[in-house]
């Protein structure tokens, strides 16, 4: 997926992506310099928001698609269950990873005039866990959340934020402005060189131009 770069503010340098994570921000730091990609992590009532930084990860080509990085990368079994939310494609995409040591990582991809999508490759994210991961403080149903993605009209930015008010989650500024959104200053976390080196090294010979003059 390739993300158009739309907005205003920082969402049009990063685009839009959120994930939210349990914990404190400052203990997302660590897991941040392990990543490929420079984000933030702000805190938020009850969650960590991580946002990108900038648009485009330290890792070779193809592989530098910052929102696409941050929209597949693991969450830590300390900040897990997490939800993320991004605009890929021109689609919304919500991702959530719940607890579990194997717990698989589940997609839901929703198009404007079409709904949401079949992804065979993709483990399907049920209505129901988004309001489990959310909690109970919203009220919102599975039937609630079924209803929200069966509305095919709007945008992917729109049917997102319209999602985190319906299930009572915080940071839609964030989804929507990246950094500018934050409630207060944030200092971006740059990846360690060494974890690029090593996810670069691992996918060199995927590349069908490596080694060529």
């Given at each position: 997926m390739t993300e158009p770069t739309s907005g205003r503010t920082?969402?049009?340098?990063v685009g839009h992506g959120l994930v939210l994570v349990r914990g404190e921000a400052r203990a997302s730091a660590r897991w941040l310099r392990r990543g490929l990609v420079p984000a933030a992590a702000v805190q938020l009532p009850g969650w960590t928001g991580v946002c990108l930084t900038?648009?485009?990860?330290?890792?070779?080509?193809?592989?530098?698609v910052?929102?696409?990085?941050l929209a597949a990368r693991p969450t830590p079994r300390s900040r897990r269950p997490s939800i993320g939310l991004f605009v890929l494609d021109g689609c919304a995409v919500v991702t959530?990873?719940?607890?579990?040591?194997?717990?698989?990582q589940r997609w839901l991809v929703w198009e404007p005039g079409r709904g949401v999508r079949r992804t065979?490759?993709?483990?399907?994210?049920?209505?129901?866990?988004?309001?489990?991961?959310?909690?109970p403080g919203s009220g919102a149903t599975t039937a609630d959340v079924v209803a929200h993605f069966r509305d095919v009209s709007g945008t992917p930015l729109t049917r997102l934020t319209g999602l985190l008010h319906l299930v009572g989650l915080p940071g839609a500024d964030l989804l929507r402005h990246g950094p500018a959104g934050a409630p207060g200053p944030v200092e971006g976390?740059?990846?360690?060189?060494?974890?690029?080196?090593?996810?670069?090294a691992l996918h060199h010979d995927e590349d069908p131009m490596a080694g060529q003059p």
């Open positions: 920082a969402s049009s340098t900038e648009v485009v990860a330290r890792t070779r080509a193809p592989y530098d910052g929102l696409e990085v959530v990873q719940p607890r579990g040591w194997r717990a698989e065979p490759d993709l483990a399907p994210l049920p209505a129901g866990l988004i309001v489990q991961v959310a909690g976390i740059e990846p360690d060189a060494r974890a690029v080196r090593a996810f670069d």
